[in-house]
């Protein structure tokens, strides 16, 4: 690594970094204590500290809900709105100060209606900071939010979990280092702000417009202590925001509950005719199970329309028209959470900040006593405290079917499960899955677009292209 012109470059830019602050430590520890004197700098602290964690706090509860909208809205709308939070970033502070001005200055509607009160407070200084430190967060929430994988809030609703649980269980943990490192920053920004509070509030002093004033009357000498007080607070944040309590610690499941089998489920017959839509292409499936059979196969092309025909199967995809029915009961306008199904979809989607036995049993309504059977029956039970990232891949897909078979369904979708496992893994739990069929009476649905492996887990085979039934039976 030493031999490329990489660590020398970036030893360049940490150098020109750490040698400012180097050299004020060595200037700091020469300086006599009968000249460090600073009338003041305690209120000037406390004032940034305060008001920096109140505008963080704020940016918090307003703006990580804006960044999960904006990362799965589109449109021009959307995009509009998304240039204007980036547009602080870009502004100099003090033309942020005088922006705000005319919305809070003391001769506007706003400030009047506050008495005058808005500015030259310490809410000045929050209102100036919030404005220039919103979007640090706004935009690291965003990117994360748009990174995460898209089928684990669809995986989290089949297991029960509303639009607002699956944001707040699902979409917050997944994003959690994002969210604290856009925290850190809009913490950072708010505590060193200058340029807009000094046009929005001086006074009280913040630590920077205290610092600018003790260099504007007395020197250089004047801003000791001081800059010694940023530098220590920001060290202190930055340390307390790296430390991750899941990092350190660990959950132990300890003895798993007693087993219990799930209760056993009458085969229910699935019918389905559906017409839907995903962009420019045009889906129309249907399909009744006849007789006994109850596990059927959608067999088909890769882009030919058979996930698209589980997610609507599944209510994750709102079909133009059309009916979902399994048995007696109608899906149609149910939503995912509501149908009782379990759902496989390509990738295990396991959340990454919980272990195995949190996975299986994440589901509302989850019995304990089920998903230990599940585990022991699919063989996790040595793994119930690893994480996801200590898996295989064929621990992985073990672990997000027992998740799904754990809320007891009658219906369990599988979208192609066993995409790019080794044979010997994939092998292995096709024969797990046909003995799993045989020994429950759940209805399953299966997308391959390997006939092997929909003539050993199918009765009936549904053949699709372009979005087309060709064939079934």
């Avoid at 500290?49 to 799965?72: F, K, M, N, R, S």
């Avoid at 929430?141 to 607002?164: E, W």
């Avoid at 269980?169 to 925290?183: K, Q, S, T």
């Avoid at 505590?191 to 807009?196: H, N, S």
Wanted: proline share 7%.
């Amino acid at each position: 690594m030493l031999r490329t012109p990489l660590p020398w470059l970036g030893a360049l830019l940490a150098g020109y970094l750490a040698i400012p602050i180097a050299a004020f430590v060595i200037r700091f520890a020469r300086t006599p204590g009968g000249q460090l004197a600073a009338p003041g700098l305690g209120a000037a602290l406390i004032t940034s500290l305060i008001t920096a964690t109140i505008a963080t706090v704020v940016v918090a509860v307003l703006g990580i809900p804006l960044a999960y909208v904006l990362a799965h809205a589109r449109g021009k709308f959307a995009g509009a709105i998304g240039l204007v939070v980036q547009l602080p970033i870009a502004l100099p502070p003090l033309i942020s100060g005088i922006l705000l001005l005319y919305i809070v200055g003391p001769y506007t509607w706003l400030g009047q209606r506050f008495n005058g009160e808005l500015t030259d407070d310490a809410t000045g200084i929050v209102l100036a900071q919030i404005f220039v430190a919103a979007p640090f967060l706004v935009v690291a929430a965003r990117s994360a939010f748009a990174a995460a994988d898209p089928a684990l809030p669809g995986v989290a609703a089949t297991l029960g979990y509303g639009p607002l649980a699956r944001f707040l269980r699902v979409a917050l943990p997944a994003a959690a280092d994002a969210l604290r490192a856009g925290l850190l920053l809009a913490w950072l920004r708010g505590f060193g702000e200058f340029g807009a509070t000094v046009i929005l509030a001086y006074h009280p002093y913040s630590l920077p417009v205290f610092t600018f004033v003790q260099f504007g009357s007395v020197g250089l000498a004047g801003t000791m202590l001081p800059t010694a007080a940023v530098l220590v607070s920001a060290l202190v944040i930055t340390g307390l925001a790296a430390w991750s309590p899941r990092r350190l610690w660990r959950s132990r499941t300890g003895a798993l509950p007693q087993a219990r089998a799930p209760q056993p489920v009458s085969s229910a017959a699935l019918d389905f005719e559906v017409a839907a839509h995903q962009g420019s292409f045009r889906l129309r499936a249907a399909h009744r199970q006849l007789g006994r059979s109850r596990h059927l196969a959608i067999l088909g092309p890769s882009g030919a329309g058979k996930s698209l025909t589980v997610r609507v199967i599944a209510g994750l995809h709102r079909p133009d028209s059309g009916h979902v029915r399994l048995g007696s009961r109608d899906l149609t306008a149910l939503p995912p959470a509501a149908r009782t199904i379990g759902y496989l979809p390509q990738d295990p989607c396991l959340l990454p900040h919980l272990s195995v036995w949190r996975q299986v049993t994440f589901g509302v309504g989850t019995d304990p006593a089920v998903a230990a059977h599940w585990i022991g029956l699919l063989g996790l039970s040595e793994l119930v405290d690893r994480l996801p990232h200590e898996l295989s891949g064929g621990q992985r897909r073990r672990v997000a079917l027992a998740r799904a078979l754990a809320r007891e369904p009658r219906l369990l979708l599988l979208d192609e499960p066993f995409t790019g496992l080794d044979t010997p893994v994939r092998n292995e739990l096709r024969r797990e899955l046909r003995a799993l069929q045989r020994a429950t009476g759940l209805t399953t649905v299966l997308v391959t677009h390997d006939p092997d492996e929909a003539a050993l887990l199918a009765d009936e085979i549904l053949l699709i292209t372009d979005g087309t039934v060709l064939q079934s039976g």
